[in-house]
């Protein structure tokens, strides 16, 4: 570690900059740290310094020079603050509090004391001896800042070692042989590839056997998230899934499962052979996924949906278990409503002992108070009584992990959890030549949500989104006082607060800021609220994401029918897309956007920006030529001389006459007849014993893998199960629309997974109706 990395800030308040024998002093230390090739930011003004570490600018120490007489003095208060802005985000950055002995001791308070590390007697120490004290901290601070994993990463690269082992590039040098590979090194950096190391470097411990750096990154892990256990997992939250089930199912067991599951949680059943029992959740009217009913998760209801469940009929009693012993749920659902984990883990371990929380989108929610109870880790470890808990977390999705980062966390209870056991899952799904990068940015992101950092960065992006919904709800009022349209923030649209101690319901974008961004009572969907759509059976279930902003285009009215004119919400996304701006999802008429720790003001304001240019464009009669420069390109026959207006009315009068919604709508909440289990039908795919079905064709047969329309990017139909008649199948219904449209307007086509589309038709593979001829 040398000297010239370090970096440290000097906040000086206005009364010490004047030309005296102190100032002179500190100006000579400045110039002794300089000296050992320490860089100096220099501010002039408390106000300037919190600026500075507003931007996230790196300290490893605060130098404060300031004249305070006592704690009520405007310094003093300013010296506070600043010292708590900077270990809100730097933990344990070392203070240094330059003074004079006499002055400081009488206005000293016992709080000021524990925020300073140091006190400085300026007029007494030499410039050299405190620049040596300045350093030793500086160092300390550095030596005690990395996690267990990146510390002894850092420490082995540095020995710069001969290396006879895997991998080839040795370090990076292989690829310097080439113009080529020179690129790709220049490009990455050498200390990427000087981290890129074989198993076989045994100080640095096993990520298979969790030895080591990496057994003690994942203790560090477990005791940030809260877990008993902690695993590092280098193949995404996909594989974590998979792994999971595969510790504890086996073939036969009957499962509960979220129907609104990722596609991994499929493949989990195809590796286990489970008996898969869906529980499914609400829509609303715009199509955004709800929560599972409360009623639906009590021990009478999963007894009665496995009693009528026709693959647990066909198993006539040869099941391993009498009852369910696991059961999966999403939380929270890709828009962005989060149950209440608490209450759902009390319902769901009367009828299994291993409950599993896919929290792939939602792994920052333990370190903000607003979350409070709605997710999986939640309390303390030790006093975790009932079932056995899973919990997963992409760490690259709105946490600061690399592609590929996951967890899983495990709280252990009834059932309890082999670690060599369930190693054996973990093994087959993890690697043996992991790039350690993936599991550094791991380490690195339980770092940065340790103390008080979390909350402080959890808490600013909640800020920003609701910042963000205030300023589209106002927009949106403005508009609609004035009989026009524009987009409308999907939240609230009053929220009660209390004044003078009375309550009072006031517009969200006219409440306290301090409430919308810490009171979780002003996200939880209320079972008669008309907002939300949703038909909810229980108070204090669920509550929606603040981060999780979705807008509505107008269109669909409060009673789930479709108004008389709309803007449809693809053509909205068509025009952002151009501008580099790409929601996380669209329907009909909602687009979806995720506030992360990456989003800014100025990102935010330029969406806000482009939706007011669309309408204008919109309203103008702008051309599709002109506004979507390149749809019109690739389309030119289509949309000659059709305004952007004519196009929207186009699409909405189809999605009216079509109501391909309320097919959608209906194909979600439907239960369709399993005839198979998942894993019998991926092995008809293995033994070529499907065909692919065209959408006309496809009644009463079965699906070999599962439908996934995006969106909403859940299955719409499940491996193994039936389709239903070709003339009342709501799934058939709305991929015959799915046709419609994407023929009748190009450039807006929907994605399918699970389907081919041939000749304009979609197909699906289906299990053979006969046996395959040997």
């Keep these: 570690m040398s000297v010239s990395d370090f970096h440290v800030l000097v906040a000086e308040d206005e009364t010490t900059q004047a030309e005296t024998y102190v100032s002179n002093a500190v100006h000579r230390l400045m110039q002794e740290l300089e000296k050992q090739n320490v860089r100096i930011t220099r501010s002039y003004s408390f106000c300037d310094a919190r600026i500075i570490l507003q931007a996230n600018t790196p300290v490893d120490c605060l130098l404060l020079s300031a004249n305070m007489h006592n704690e009520n003095d405007e310094?003093?208060?300013?010296?506070?603050?600043?010292?708590?802005?900077?270990?809100?985000?730097?933990?344990?950055?070392?203070?240094?509090?330059?003074?004079?002995?006499?002055?400081?001791?009488?206005?000293?308070?016992?709080?000021?004391?524990?925020?300073?590390?140091?006190?400085?007697w300026i007029v007494e120490?030499?410039?050299?001896?405190?620049?040596?004290?300045?350093?030793?901290?500086?160092?300390?601070?550095?030596?005690?800042?990395?996690?267990?994993?990146?510390?002894?990463?850092?420490?082995?690269?540095?020995?710069?070692?001969?290396?006879?082992?895997?991998?080839?590039?040795?370090?990076?040098?292989?690829?310097?042989?080439?113009?080529?590979?020179r690129v790709f090194f220049d490009y990455y950096g050498e200390n990427l590839f000087r981290t890129d190391m074989g198993i076989e470097r045994a100080s640095l411990g096993s990520l298979l056997d969790h030895t080591g750096a990496f057994g003690d990154s994942e203790l560090y892990a477990a005791r940030v998230f809260g877990s008993h256990q902690t695993y590092n997992v280098v193949?995404?939250?996909?594989?974590?899934?998979?792994?999971?089930?595969?510790?504890?199912?086996?073939?036969?067991?009957?499962?509960?499962?979220?129907?609104?599951?990722?596609?991994?949680?499929?493949?989990?059943?195809?590796?286990?052979?489970?008996?898969?029992?869906?529980?499914?959740?609400?829509?609303?009217?715009?199509?955004?996924?709800?929560?599972?009913?409360?009623?639906?998760?009590?021990?009478?209801?999963?007894?009665?949906?496995?009693?009528?469940?026709?693959?647990?009929?066909?198993?006539?009693?040869?099941?391993?278990?009498?009852?369910?012993?696991?059961?999966?749920?999403?939380?929270?659902?890709?828009?962005?409503?989060?149950?209440?984990?608490?209450?759902?883990?009390?319902?769901?371990?009367?009828?299994?002992?291993?409950?599993?929380?896919?929290?792939?989108?939602?792994?920052?929610?333990?370190?903000?108070?607003?979350?409070?109870?709605?997710?999986?880790?939640?309390?303390?470890?030790?006093?975790?009584?009932?079932?056995?808990?899973?919990?997963?977390?992409?760490?690259?999705?709105?946490?600061?992990?690399?592609?590929?980062?996951?967890?899983?966390?495990?709280?252990?209870?009834?059932?309890?959890?082999?670690?060599?056991?369930?190693?054996?899952?973990?093994?087959?799904?993890?690697?043996?030549?992991?790039?350690?990068?993936?599991?550094?940015?791991?380490?690195?992101?339980?770092?940065?949500?340790?103390?008080?950092?979390?909350?402080?960065?959890?808490?600013?992006?909640?800020?920003?989104?609701?910042?963000?919904r205030r300023a589209m709800a106002r927009l949106w009022r403005e508009h609609e006082n004035h009989k026009d349209w524009f987009f409308k923030p999907w939240n609230p649209e009053y929220v009660q607060v209390t004044e003078q101690g009375e309550k009072e319901w006031v517009l969200f974008e006219d409440a306290p800021v301090d409430i919308l961004t810490k009171d979780q009572d002003c996200w939880r969907l209320k079972p008669n609220d008309t907002w939300h759509g949703f038909e909810l059976d229980e108070d204090n279930w669920c509550m929606l994401d603040p981060i999780k902003v979705s807008i509505l285009t107008p269109g669909m009215g409060d009673d789930g029918k479709l108004l008389q004119d709309g803007v449809p919400a693809a053509l909205v996304t068509q025009y952002l897309t151009r501008f580099g701006i790409v929601p996380t999802r669209t329907t009909d008429f909602q687009i979806m956007f995720l506030f992360s720790m990456g989003i800014t003001r100025g990102k935010w304001g330029t969406l806000l920006n482009t939706l007011i240019r669309f309408k204008e464009h919109y309203d103008s009669g702008d051309t599709v030529r002109h506004v979507l420069p390149a749809l019109f390109k690739?389309?030119?026959?289509?949309?000659?001389?059709?305004?952007?207006?004519?196009?929207?009315?186009?699409?909405?009068?189809?999605?009216?006459?079509?109501?391909m919604h309320l097919a959608l709508d209906k194909a979600y909440t439907s239960r369709f007849t399993p005839l198979m289990k998942p894993r019998d039908a991926y092995e008809k795919i293995v033994q070529q014993e499907v065909e692919l079905i065209p959408s006309d064709k496809l009644g009463n047969r079965v699906a070999a893998n599962s439908l996934l329309p995006y969106p909403p990017g859940i299955p719409m139909i499940m491996s193994g199960e039936a389709f239903g008649t070709q003339e009342e199948c709501p799934a058939i219904q709305y991929l015959k629309h799915l046709e419609d449209w994407d023929n009748r307007f190009p450039g807006f086509e929907h994605v399918t997974e699970g389907a081919e589309v041939k000749n304009g038709k979609y197909h699906v593979l289906c299990v053979n109706n006969r046996r395959r001829r040997k």
């Design 75 to 120: 310094e003093y208060q300013q010296a506070e603050r600043l010292i708590r802005k900077l270990h809100r985000r730097q933990t344990n950055v070392p203070v240094f509090l330059i003074a004079e002995r006499e002055k400081t001791t009488l206005a000293m308070s016992s709080h000021l004391m524990e925020m300073v590390d140091e006190f400085v």
């Design 125 to 181: 120490d030499t410039a050299d001896f405190i620049a040596g004290r300045i350093e030793a901290a500086m160092r300390r601070y550095r030596n005690q800042m990395l996690p267990p994993l990146m510390d002894a990463l850092m420490r082995y690269a540095a020995i710069k070692e001969y290396s006879w082992a895997a991998p080839g590039h040795q370090g990076g040098i292989g690829f310097t042989k080439s113009a080529v590979g």
């Design 235 to 468: 193949v995404g939250s996909s594989g974590s899934n998979r792994t999971i089930m595969q510790s504890c199912i086996t073939n036969n067991d009957v499962v509960l499962i979220d129907r609104n599951c990722h596609k991994s949680i499929e493949q989990g059943l195809i590796l286990t052979g489970a008996i898969p029992v869906y529980m499914i959740p609400t829509r609303n009217r715009y199509g955004i996924i709800g929560p599972i009913q409360v009623a639906d998760m009590t021990p009478e209801a999963i007894a009665d949906t496995v009693k009528r469940s026709p693959l647990v009929k066909q198993m006539d009693g040869r099941r391993s278990h009498g009852a369910s012993v696991y059961a999966v749920v999403t939380n929270c659902t890709y828009d962005g409503l989060c149950y209440n984990a608490k209450k759902a883990k009390e319902q769901l371990e009367k009828s299994t002992e291993i409950i599993h929380f896919d929290e792939a989108w939602y792994g920052y929610a333990r370190f903000n108070n607003m979350y409070e109870d709605h997710f999986a880790m939640n309390g303390e470890p030790d006093k975790h009584e009932g079932a056995t808990v899973f919990a997963t977390h992409s760490t690259h999705k709105l946490l600061n992990g690399l592609s590929q980062s996951s967890y899983i966390h495990v709280r252990e209870g009834r059932k309890k959890v082999d670690p060599t056991m369930f190693n054996q899952a973990y093994m087959m799904h993890s690697t043996t030549s992991p790039l350690y990068s993936i599991v550094a940015s791991n380490d690195i992101t339980a770092a940065m949500m340790s103390g008080e950092s979390g909350e402080s960065l959890t808490q600013e992006v909640i800020q920003e989104a609701v910042d963000f």
């Design 634 to 659: 690739a389309y030119p026959d289509k949309y000659e001389g059709k305004t952007l207006k004519a196009l929207g009315e186009e699409m909405f009068a189809f999605l009216k006459s079509s109501e």
